[in-house]
Nanobody
Framework: QVQLVESGGGLVQAGGSLRLSCAAS????????MGWFRQAPGKEREFVAR????????AYADSVKGRFTISKDNAKKVVYLQMNSLKPEDTAVYYC???????????WGQGTQVTVSS
């Protein structure tokens, strides 16, 4: 099994920045991709960004492209989501997830709340 723990959420004003962290532990070798998702109240969970443990392949949702950056520390098994120029519509619970490929995420964290005030 793989355990994921997110941290770094909070309350920030529009235009501000936050950095989320996701620490992975356990059998991390069984996963190849780490992703960030978010779910706003009354909305479905949506993809935000992903990164591969191997190499530097990344992908972003159009809504965050140019504002958010996903990165990793392979040695520490930590994935980060740097969020800049935050907007009120970025308000959501942000989840870290991992899986064998970009189309399948088997393990999820408990989520961290991000609230952006206008």
């Amino acid at each position: 099994q793989v355990q994921l723990v997110e941290s770094g959420g909070g309350l920030v004003q529009a235009g501000g920045s936050l950095r989320l962290s996701c620490a992975a532990s356990g059998r991390t070798f069984i996963t190849s991709v780490m992703g960030w998702f978010r779910q706003a109240p009354g909305k479905e969970r949506e993809f935000v960004a992903r990164i591969s443990w191997a190499g530097s392949s990344t992908a972003y949702a159009d809504s965050v492209k140019g504002r958010f950056t996903i990165s990793k520390d392979n040695a520490k098994k930590v994935v980060y989501l740097q969020m800049n120029s935050l907007k009120p519509e970025d308000t959501a619970v942000y989840y870290c997830a991992s899986g064998p490929n970009s189309g399948r995420y088997d393990y999820w964290g408990q989520g961290t709340q991000v609230t952006v005030s206008s």
